[in-house]
Antibody, heavy 121, light 114 residues
Framework: EVQLLESGGGLVQPGGSLRLSCAAS????????MSWVRRAPGKGLEWVST????????FYADSVKGRFTISRDSSKNTLYLQMNSLRADDTAVYYC??????????????WGQGTLVTVSS | DIVMTQSPDSLAVSLGERATINCKSS????????????LAWYQQKPGQPPKLLIY???SRESGVPDRFSGSGSGTDFTLTISSLQAEDVAVYYC??????????FGPGTKVDIK
């Protein structure tokens, strides 16, 4: 059974940093592209970032480009999102998600339960 | 980037009645070489992560009730719930996954019971 378990969320001041983790199990970690998707309070889903199975290719939404960094550690079966220069509008539940494929061009079959990030002074 | 729009923003349907949600992409998500539409539908209930319902615009994910169906091609798509059940109250999102990211979502449609 595929499981994705996020952690690392919390309260952070504007301008601060946070690192989210997503522990994956139940599949060959390097075989699947992985992504982060967020949902701000009262708003819809927003794709944030994607990383290839090998980690060689990364993609970012314009809203986070230059501030967030996606990475993965195959030895730990873990996906990360390093978030710097956080702003109030980054407040959201962050989900890790994956297609049943190494290809980016697939829908998200698997989702974690999410971790809440609150940016506030 | 491909922009996704949905209509309506919300709808209320009586139990057992049909619910129809529309999704439009700013450019075609039909890949001519394989004739597949790179369009998915998700359901999100309060406090839960999204759940994949439909992919390739009209293929139902395993375990999804057959009252859910997807249709459309190119830039215009529809999700239909043929007979609304109480457990279908949720927000529904379309998403395009054409080419390399960004793979954008629509703004969502909230479905309630009338």
């Amino acid at each position: 059974e595929v499981q994705l378990l996020e952690s690392g969320g919390g309260l952070v001041q504007p301008g601060g940093s946070l690192r989210l983790s997503c522990a994956a199990s139940g599949f060959t970690f390097t075989s699947y592209a992985m992504s982060w998707v967020r949902r701000a309070p009262g708003k819809g889903l927003e794709w944030v970032s994607t990383i290839s199975g090998s980690g060689a290719s990364t993609f970012y939404a314009d809203s986070v480009k230059g501030r967030f960094t996606i990475s993965r550690d195959s030895s730990k079966n873990t996906l990360y999102l390093q978030m710097n220069s956080l702003r109030a509008d980054d407040t959201a539940v962050y989900y890790c998600a994956s297609p049943k494929s190494e290809s980016y061009s697939r829908p998200f079959d698997y989702w974690g339960q999410g971790t809440l990030v609150t940016v506030s002074s | 980037d491909i922009v996704m729009t949905q209509s309506p923003d919300s709808l209320a349907v009586s139990l057992g009645e049909r619910a129809t949600i529309n999704c439009k992409s700013s450019q075609s998500v039909l890949y001519s070489s394989n004739n597949k539409n790179y369009l998915a539908w998700y359901q999100q209930k309060p406090g839960q992560p999204p759940k994949l319902l439909i992919y390739w615009a009209s293929s139902r994910e395993s375990g999804v009730p057959d009252r859910f169906s997807g249709s459309g091609s190119g830039t215009d798509f529809t999700l239909t719930i043929s007979s609304l059940q109480a457990e279908d109250v949720a927000v529904y999102y379309c998403q395009q996954y054409y080419g390399t990211p960004p793979h954008t979502f629509g703004p969502g449609t909230k479905v309630d019971i009338k």
